[in-house]
C-alpha cells in the first residue's frame, strides 16, 4: 500500500561488523509500532539504516517505502519521500534559531515533495511559515519564545525532544521514527513529550517508537510490540508483550531463541 513501510530480511554493517541479521517489519500509516530489546541490540542501528545514516551499510535485503526502494537514497531524499527521523541524542547549533531552522528543512521538504504524485510544492513564505509555526506551537502546547532560541543549544533532555517532535508536526511525515525519545527524561517531561506525539498520531502517519523501557508505552500506546535482540527480531505481540518484558526483562526470550544458555 502507498505509505506503506516494508522492511525485508534487513542486513546492516557498521565498520565491517554485521549488526542487523535479518530483520523483517511492515509498518503501516495510522499504525503505531514499538521495538523494544536489551542495549546493544541493534534498534539505533535500524534507525539509521532505515533514514539512510552513511555510517550504517545495508549488506542485504531491502527497504520499501511508497512502493520502491529506498536503499540508493540519501536521507534527504527519504525525508522527502515522508520518512522522519527523531534522534536520540539531538545535536546542538549554536547561532541558529530553531524557527529558521525549522523553516528551511520545511521548504527543502517541500521542493521535493514527492507525495501523492503532486511533485514540488511551493516554498512557504517567512509569514505562511510563521503561521503555520504558531499552529503547530499551539497544538502542542508550546511557548512561542521557543522558536527563537537556538537549536538545542542549552536546551534541558525534554525539550529537545519537544523540538524534535515540533519538526514532526512541521514535516507531516508518513512514518516517524522514535529513537529511544524517552531517553534522559524524567517523568513529567516524558508526559509533555508524549502528549504532543500523541496529537500528530493518526490515520495519517504511522509511528515506529524505538525504547529499552516500557515507561514510554505507558503514555504511546502501540499495537503492535516486537522484541529485537542481536540483531534478529525474536519475538513480536500486542502491547501486553511490552508488559511482560517490564515484569520479566528480557532473558527469558533470549533463553528462548537460544541466544543465552540457560
Do not use: C
Not at 521538504?109 to 511551493?122: D, F
Not at 511557548?143 to 533532555?157: C, E, H, T, W
Not at 500506546?221 to 502491547?239: N, T
Amino acid at each position: 500500500m502507498d505509505g506503506d513501510l516494508v522492511i525485508r530480511d534487513l542486513h546492516v554493517a557498521v565498520e565491517g561488523k554485521e549488526i542487523l541479521k535479518g530483520v523483517n517489519l511492515t509498518i503501516r500509516k495510522g499504525e503505531v509500532h514499538a521495538i523494544m530489546g536489551p542495549n546493544g541490540s541493534g534498534k539505533s542501528t535500524l534507525a539509521y539504516a532505515l533514514m539512510g545514516h552513511p555510517k550504517y551499510q545495508v549488506t542485504g535485503g531491502e527497504i520499501i517505502f511508497r512502493g520502491q526502494s529506498i536503499l540508493d537514497l540519501a536521507a534527504e531524499q527519504r525525508a522527502r519521500l515522508g520518512l522522519f527521523l527523531a534522534f536520540q541524542y539531538p545535536t546542538a547549533i549554536p547561532g541558529v534559531s530553531l524557527g529558521n531552522f525549522l523553516r528551511v528543512a520545511v521548504n527543502s521538504v517541500r521542493a521535493g515533495h514527492t507525495g501523492n504524485g503532486n511533485g514540488a510544492k511551493k516554498p512557504l513564505s517567512v509569514s505562511e511559515f510563521q503561521k503555520l509555526l504558531r499552529e503547530k506551537m499551539e497544538v502542542l502546547k508550546m511557548d512561542r519564545s521557543f522558536a527563537s532560541r537556538y537549536v538545542n543549544d542549552g536546551f534541558s533532555g525534554g525539550e529537545k525532544k519537544r523540538a524534535e517532535v515540533l519538526q514532526m508536526a512541521l514535516l507531516e511525515p508518513e512514518i516517524a521514527i522514535l529513537d529511544e525519545t524517552d531517553s534522559g527524561l524524567d517523568i513529567d517531561a516524558l508526559r509533555i513529550v508524549s502528549e504532543g506525539v500523541n496529537k500528530l498520531a493518526g490515520p495519517n502517519v504511522g509511528i515506529l517508537v524505538i525504547t529499552h523501557y516500557q515507561r514510554i508505552l505507558n503514555y504511546i500506546k502501540p499495537q503492535f510490540v516486537h522484541v529485537l535482540a542481536q540483531g534478529q527480531i525474536i519475538r513480536s505481540g500486542g502491547a501486553e508483550l511490552a508488559l511482560e518484558l517490564e515484569e520479566k526483562g528480557y532473558d527469558w526470550l533470549l533463553k528462548e531463541a537460544g541466544m543465552l544458555k540457560a
